[in-house]
């Protein structure tokens, strides 16, 4: 109930709102790399692999990682990537703090700094990356074409925005193994390991009502992006889009 006496509604099945997805995240911070690797079979690695590939990094790039939550994108950039610099960003910092631990080990020349900044209103100038990247972050904003204005606004001429995501299997009987395995498994491992599932659910509802590759492509091509493509990993569990300004 509002100050004013009217009911907040509750947010739809997936729906992202701030705190929501906040509560979720700072919540399930500890547990997050052990779910990862446990609901991927460890496939992830191989998709943030591809993502940095497709990222065409230069020893000069200045890279801005968005909703880098524990930091597995943002340290793969820098292993595989080795860009000039990584500015690696979330807005809960129990999250960005696991990057912070990770980084710490870090050996390469690859500078690494971290701030919290929420990505559909980012505290950095126009013009100032060569490659924006974000790994399953785009799904839980709630208004992504803030995000979509902000990244077009903060990248050159010519720059990148990569982003990797869930999206949509195109053939309907793994489709449908695949929605089995969100609704059941995920739910259950979350639940063992951070003794909530109510968060999973959430994640698994996010997932099925994100839209599907083409539609995405439009809300880019939308913000101005000069070109869009996508590549479907795993059958199109996910898609990597690549947005060039
Ligand atoms: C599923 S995790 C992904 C983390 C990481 N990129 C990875 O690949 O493992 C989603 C992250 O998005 C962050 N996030 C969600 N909404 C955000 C927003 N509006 N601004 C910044 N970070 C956000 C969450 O805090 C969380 O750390």
Request: no cysteine; charged share 25%.
């Given at each position: ?15 992202p709102t701030t705190d929501r997805v906040k509560g979720i995240f ?41 909703a ?23 807005f809960v ?47 839980n904003l709630p ?59 959430y994640?698994?509802?996010s ?39």
């Amino acid at each position: 109930m509002s100050d004013n006496g009217s009911v907040t509604p509750e947010p739809a099945p997936g729906q992202p709102t701030t705190d929501r997805v906040k509560g979720i995240f700072s919540a399930i911070a500890p547990s997050y790399d052990r779910f990862n690797r446990l609901s991927s079979l460890g496939i992830d690695r191989w998709w943030r692999r591809k993502t940095v590939r497709l990222a065409q990094l230069r020893p000069k790039s200045r890279v801005l990682d968005l909703a880098a939550g524990t930091g597995d994108l943002t340290m793969a950039i820098a292993r595989q990537g080795e860009p000039a610099s990584i500015m690696s960003t979330d807005f809960v910092p129990e999250m960005l703090e696991i990057g912070r631990q990770k980084a710490a080990l870090f050996e390469g020349t690859t500078r690494i700094e971290f701030e919290v900044a929420d990505a559909q209103d980012l505290p950095f100038g126009d013009d100032e990356f060569d490659v924006v990247t974000i790994a399953f972050g785009v799904r839980n904003l709630p208004d992504r074409a803030a995000n979509f204005r902000e990244v077009h606004r903060v990248l050159r001429s010519g720059g990148r925005y990569v982003i990797l995501e869930f999206s949509r299997p195109r053939l309907k009987p793994f489709r449908a193994l695949y929605h089995f395995y969100l609704r059941t498994v995920i739910p259950f491992l979350g639940g063992m390991l951070t003794g909530d599932r109510s968060g999973f659910d959430y994640l698994n509802e996010s997932i099925l009502a994100f839209p599907s590759q083409v539609t995405l492509s439009a809300e880019l091509h939308k913000a101005g992006f000069s070109s869009v493509e996508w590549h479907d990993l795993t059958f199109g569990i996910v898609a990597v889009h690549v947005a060039v300004k």
